[in-house]
């Protein structure tokens, strides 16, 4: 069984930058592809980005390309989403998750996820 807890969301400005936190428990963090989703208020979940289990792949969402990066420890069983130059838009509750470690190139990444956090808001004010 693995757990995630993300953490690091809060209140900042248009413009401002924050950087999430996903803690991992369980043997298994170091092998398994991590994704981050959101979900907005009265909107459908999506997809943000992905890494793979070494750290050395990623891919993101159109939306946010060139603005967010995400990163991992293995050592630490963490994992990050560093999010910059942040829109009005990009409110929601944020996401982190696991799954096996050729999830990576699934088409749908979150079908792969095994695990999910309960997330952390974030609210960007314009």
């Known amino acids: 069984q693995v757990q995630l807890v993300e953490s690091g969301g809060g209140l900042v400005q248009a413009g401002g930058s924050l950087r999430l936190s996903c803690a991992a428990s369980?043997?298994?963090?170091?092998?398994?592809?991590m994704g981050w989703f959101r979900q907005a208020p009265g909107k459908e979940r999506e997809f943000v980005g992905v890494i793979s289990w070494s750290g050395g792949s990623t891919y993101y969402a159109d939306s946010v390309k060139g603005r967010f990066t995400i990163s991992r420890d293995n050592a630490k069983n963490k994992g990050y989403l560093q999010m910059d130059s942040l829109k009005p838009e990009d409110t929601a509750v944020y996401y982190c998750?696991?799954?096996?470690?050729?999830?990576?190139?699934?088409?749908?990444?979150?079908?792969?996820?095994?695990?999910w956090g309960k997330g952390t808001l974030v609210t960007v004010s314009s």
């Open positions: 369980g043997r298994t963090f170091s092998s398994s592809t």
């Open positions: 998750a696991t799954g096996p470690s050729g999830s990576y190139y699934y088409g749908e990444v979150a079908n792969g996820m095994d695990y």
